[in-house]
């Protein structure tokens, strides 16, 4: 019996990696890769010492639970701030801060949030993105 379960639950955790709703990691020229290519680009400014950033993670998350077409038509990228926060990236954006979320398609910003973790305002966001 207990044979059973505990093989069941290690197939379940074999496929949840698979059910993950990660984003990449930023690297120079990786946002202008995908907007050549005619991608919507999600990005997320964070610090992992960041409550703020924490929190709109954990909507973000959320909110690609309720709805796969955001993973499937929006790419996600994570900028490291403590890493590029003084990157030429930030500059051209004018990111005034880490827990800075934007979408991009193509030459024009679709909006932004800066520092707030309402689901609501996130959601629009993620949205406007969507129909982009």
Known sequence: MFRRHFLALSGAAIALPSLSFASVEYTPGLVKKHLDQGDT???DFKAHWCTTCRAQERVIKSLKAKNPNYDEKIVFIDVDWDQYGRSDLVKSLRI?????LVALKGDTEIGRIVADTSSKKIKRLMDAALAA
């Open 41 to 43: 680009v999600f990005l």
């Open 96 to 100: 005034p801060r880490r827990s800075t």
